[in-house]
């Protein structure tokens, strides 16, 4: 099977789902990453004393890292601006999209959940750039969305998060035996230590937490009737 995840910031699929990229990157599937923007526009660590071209430029080289740590087989890291996706001319973002599903021709696609996880207006336009880049295929990979349960959602007291609906809920995909690459990918994040610091205190201990990722089959829609617990069913 060949996935495409698409994704906004370097990190996203690190704190994302990170998990279910190493277990099929290393399952003899074929993985390519794309993020959309360098993350100039972060605002931990690091970016209180670089300034916005020193920044994208270390945040690339982590996410390099992370997509090694995990195994991908492929990276295209664009240069859309940081923390203004939404403002851009729709067709903008489309046309990357687009030419990646053209041109790799994926099996099945993973981005964010429309409320972005974190509601960060840059989730929701990427959720919405491939919703639609998939709907226009003549042969549409099949588009999973990639959140949180309200089970997770309720563990998380130090920010405000939105979970997928538990009724929406198609994929849990088991990561148990891949959270050492997850943990390692979100180690290349060094500009992002702070979020992990935060994250590791998470009720409950972190492993429990991240064991299980969540998604919702929402291309081709309406097809799935119970749970699944892997992405090529």
Avoid at 155 to 170: L, Q
Avoid at 188 to 200: G, I, L, T
Avoid at 205 to 230: C, K
Wanted: hydrophobic share 35%; charged share 25%.
């Amino acid at each position: 099977m060949r996935i495409l995840a698409v994704f906004a910031h370097p990190d996203d699929e690190a704190f994302g789902p990170a998990g279910t990229l190493a277990r099929y990157a290393q399952t003899g599937h074929t993985v390519r990453l794309v993020t959309m923007t360098r993350g100039e526009a972060g605002s931990l660590g690091p970016a209180r004393h670089l300034t916005r071209p020193e920044l994208a430029r270390l945040r690339s080289q982590e996410l390099r890292c992370s997509a090694d740590a995990l195994r991908l087989s492929g990276l295209n890291i664009c240069h859309l601006p940081d923390g203004k996706l939404a403002e851009l001319p729709e067709g903008q973002g489309l046309a990357i999209v687009r030419h990646e599903i053209e041109t790799f021709l994926p099996d099945a696609m993973i981005t964010f959940h429309s409320a972005g996880i974190s509601g960060h207006p840059d989730h929701r336009t990427v959720a919405r750039w491939c919703l639609q880049a998939v709907a226009e295929q003549a042969r549409p990979p099949r588009l999973f969305a990639y959140g949180i349960s309200s089970e997770q959602a309720r563990r998380v007291g130090h920010r405000k998060v939105t979970p997928i609906p538990d009724d929406e809920i198609t994929h849990v995909i088991d990561v148990s035996g891949y959270l050492e690459y997850k943990f390692d990918a979100i180690r290349c994040h060094q500009s992002q230590s702070e979020a992990w610091e935060r994250m590791k205190a998470i009720e409950g201990g972190i492993e429990s937490y991240l064991r299980n990722e969540h998604f919702s089959q929402v291309w081709p829609p309406g097809g799935q009737q119970a749970r699944s617990d892997r992405l090529d069913d």
